[in-house]
Protein backbone atom coordinates (compact mmCIF):
# COMPACT_ATOMS: atom_id res chain seq x y z
CA UNK A 1 0.00 0.00 0.00
CA UNK A 2 1.52 3.43 -0.77
CA UNK A 3 2.45 6.33 1.95
CA UNK A 4 0.29 8.62 2.65
CA UNK A 5 2.99 10.99 1.35
CA UNK A 6 3.36 9.29 -1.81
CA UNK A 7 -0.48 9.77 -2.42
CA UNK A 8 -0.14 12.85 -1.40
CA UNK A 9 2.76 13.86 -3.89
CA UNK A 10 0.13 12.33 -6.39
CA UNK A 11 -2.58 14.02 -5.82
CA UNK A 12 -0.50 17.50 -6.24
CA UNK A 13 1.11 15.98 -9.45
CA UNK A 14 -2.72 15.72 -10.85
CA UNK A 15 -3.71 18.83 -9.82
CA UNK A 16 -1.03 20.63 -11.49
CA UNK A 17 -1.71 18.81 -14.45
CA UNK A 18 -5.28 19.39 -14.62
CA UNK A 19 -4.44 23.16 -13.64
CA UNK A 20 -1.94 23.72 -16.91
CA UNK A 21 -4.13 21.80 -18.90
CA UNK A 22 -7.12 23.37 -17.97
CA UNK A 23 -5.41 27.05 -18.10
CA UNK A 24 -3.85 26.70 -21.53
CA UNK A 25 -7.40 24.91 -22.93
CA UNK A 26 -9.14 28.37 -21.61
CA UNK A 27 -6.42 30.67 -22.60
CA UNK A 28 -7.02 29.52 -26.16
CA UNK A 29 -10.55 29.68 -26.29
CA UNK A 30 -10.97 33.02 -24.98
CA UNK A 31 -8.52 34.43 -27.29
CA UNK A 32 -10.34 32.37 -30.01
CA UNK A 33 -13.69 33.75 -28.63
CA UNK A 34 -12.29 37.21 -28.50
CA UNK A 35 -11.05 37.25 -32.77
CA UNK A 36 -14.53 35.54 -33.62
CA UNK A 37 -15.93 38.27 -32.00
CA UNK A 38 -14.46 41.32 -32.97
CA UNK A 39 -13.06 42.88 -35.98
CA UNK A 40 -9.64 44.16 -35.60
CA UNK A 41 -8.05 46.84 -38.24
CA UNK A 42 -6.10 45.09 -40.18
CA UNK A 43 -7.23 41.62 -38.92
CA UNK A 44 -4.22 41.95 -35.95
CA UNK A 45 -5.47 41.79 -32.18
CA UNK A 46 -4.29 43.76 -29.98
CA UNK A 47 -1.22 42.12 -27.58
CA UNK A 48 -1.93 43.95 -23.79
CA UNK A 49 -3.52 41.19 -21.42
CA UNK A 50 -6.28 42.82 -19.71
CA UNK A 51 -6.52 42.13 -15.58
CA UNK A 52 -10.09 40.50 -16.16
CA UNK A 53 -8.26 37.94 -18.49
CA UNK A 54 -5.81 36.89 -16.38
CA UNK A 55 -7.79 36.84 -13.64
CA UNK A 56 -10.20 34.62 -15.25
CA UNK A 57 -7.15 32.12 -16.31
CA UNK A 58 -6.40 32.10 -12.34
CA UNK A 59 -9.67 31.40 -11.31
CA UNK A 60 -10.13 28.46 -14.24
CA UNK A 61 -6.52 27.33 -12.81
CA UNK A 62 -7.50 26.88 -9.42
CA UNK A 63 -10.77 25.01 -11.07
CA UNK A 64 -8.36 22.73 -13.05
CA UNK A 65 -6.26 22.21 -9.68
CA UNK A 66 -9.46 20.99 -7.97
CA UNK A 67 -10.72 18.62 -10.75
CA UNK A 68 -7.06 17.11 -11.36
CA UNK A 69 -7.03 16.13 -7.62
CA UNK A 70 -10.85 15.21 -7.38
CA UNK A 71 -10.85 13.21 -10.98
CA UNK A 72 -7.84 10.86 -9.61
CA UNK A 73 -9.98 10.02 -6.77
CA UNK A 74 -13.14 9.82 -9.01
CA UNK A 75 -11.73 7.22 -11.58
CA UNK A 76 -9.06 5.23 -9.29
CA UNK A 77 -8.43 2.51 -10.90
CA UNK A 78 -11.90 1.93 -12.73
CA UNK A 79 -12.43 2.34 -15.81
CA UNK A 80 -16.02 3.54 -16.11
CA UNK A 81 -16.61 5.65 -18.60
CA UNK A 82 -19.60 7.37 -16.69
CA UNK A 83 -17.47 8.15 -13.64
CA UNK A 84 -15.16 10.05 -16.01
CA UNK A 85 -17.35 11.42 -18.20
CA UNK A 86 -19.80 12.52 -14.92
CA UNK A 87 -16.81 13.82 -13.36
CA UNK A 88 -16.28 16.25 -16.18
CA UNK A 89 -19.63 17.36 -16.74
CA UNK A 90 -20.45 17.99 -13.11
CA UNK A 91 -17.22 20.28 -12.78
CA UNK A 92 -18.05 21.87 -16.21
CA UNK A 93 -21.57 22.57 -15.38
CA UNK A 94 -20.90 24.12 -12.06
CA UNK A 95 -18.57 25.80 -13.08
CA UNK A 96 -20.48 27.37 -16.23
CA UNK A 97 -23.85 27.82 -14.30
CA UNK A 98 -22.13 29.94 -11.77
CA UNK A 99 -21.37 32.37 -14.53
CA UNK A 100 -24.24 32.35 -15.95
CA UNK A 101 -25.66 33.10 -12.60
CA UNK A 102 -23.22 35.64 -11.84
CA UNK A 103 -23.89 37.37 -15.09
CA UNK A 104 -28.03 36.79 -15.26
CA UNK A 105 -29.51 38.63 -18.50
CA UNK A 106 -31.77 36.48 -20.52
CA UNK A 107 -30.84 38.92 -23.64
CA UNK A 108 -27.46 37.38 -23.43
CA UNK A 109 -28.43 33.97 -22.81
CA UNK A 110 -26.80 32.96 -25.71
CA UNK A 111 -23.44 34.07 -25.00
CA UNK A 112 -23.68 32.96 -21.72
CA UNK A 113 -24.47 29.35 -22.82
CA UNK A 114 -20.98 29.44 -24.67
CA UNK A 115 -19.29 29.93 -21.38
CA UNK A 116 -20.87 26.44 -20.32
CA UNK A 117 -19.53 25.09 -23.24
CA UNK A 118 -16.52 26.66 -22.38
CA UNK A 119 -15.71 25.43 -19.20
CA UNK A 120 -16.99 21.56 -20.39
CA UNK A 121 -14.33 22.13 -23.05
CA UNK A 122 -12.38 22.95 -20.66
CA UNK A 123 -12.65 20.02 -18.33
CA UNK A 124 -12.82 17.71 -20.92
CA UNK A 125 -9.18 18.95 -22.45
CA UNK A 126 -7.68 18.48 -18.56
CA UNK A 127 -9.64 15.18 -18.23
CA UNK A 128 -7.69 13.97 -21.45
CA UNK A 129 -4.39 14.91 -20.28
CA UNK A 130 -4.64 13.70 -17.27
CA UNK A 131 -5.78 10.35 -18.73
CA UNK A 132 -2.86 10.28 -21.22
CA UNK A 133 -0.52 11.12 -17.75
CA UNK A 134 -1.65 8.30 -16.49
CA UNK A 135 -1.78 6.17 -19.29
CA UNK A 136 2.26 6.93 -19.83
CA UNK A 137 2.64 6.13 -15.77
CA UNK A 138 3.34 9.83 -15.45
CA UNK A 139 0.76 9.87 -12.79
CA UNK A 140 -0.91 6.97 -10.49
CA UNK A 141 -4.40 6.61 -10.25
CA UNK A 142 -5.61 6.53 -6.53
CA UNK A 143 -5.62 2.78 -5.26
Do not use: W
Not at 24 to 45: K, Y
Not at 55 to 60: T, Y
Not at 67 to 73: A, D, S
Request: charged share 15%.
Amino acid sequence: MPSLVAERIESVKSGVIGAGAFGIAELVLSIARELATNVFPLGLPPVAIDLTLLISLAIGAVSGFLFGVTYRYVIRDDRNSHLNDGAVLAFGLVRGLALIEKNLNLSELLSLGGLVLQSIICFTIARLVLDLAIARKYLKPFL
